[in-house]
């Protein structure tokens, strides 16, 4: 059984907005800070934004001001927006959560392009 299931991705234009979700399992939900990470092709997964189960949030400095990480508890999903898209935000994204090394979903995909 799935431990991570995202969604909402899509092609957008630059400067246009979406929403990417992650549904985990309650205890994963409850148990460990959630992650977002994003991959291109040739380049190593990158770290976008944290939450932990208290609602704290950190961000990588390149979506500071255009993307917000925030949790629903009553659906075990966490939330990635993301306004102000550039074509550099074309990527995987892929949630992330749980012991050690941590559950990857499938990924989803997001294109920025005019």
């Known amino acids: 059984q799935a431990q991570l299931v995202e969604s909402g991705g899509g092609l957008v234009q630059p400067g246009g907005s979406l929403r990417l979700s992650c549904a985990a399992s309650?205890?994963?939900?409850?148990?460990?800070?959630m992650r977002w990470y994003r991959q291109t092709p040739g380049k190593q997964r990158e770290l976008v934004a944290t939450i932990t189960s208290s609602g704290g949030t950190n961000y990588a400095d390149f979506v500071k001001g255009r993307f917000t990480i925030s949790r629903d508890s009553a659906k075990n999903t966490v939330y990635l927006q993301m306004n102000s898209l550039k074509p550099e935000d074309t990527a995987v994204y892929y949630c992330n959560a749980g012991p050690g090394v941590g559950y990857w979903g499938q990924g989803t995909r997001v294109t920025v392009s005019s």
């Open positions: 309650g205890s994963i939900f409850r148990g460990y800070p």
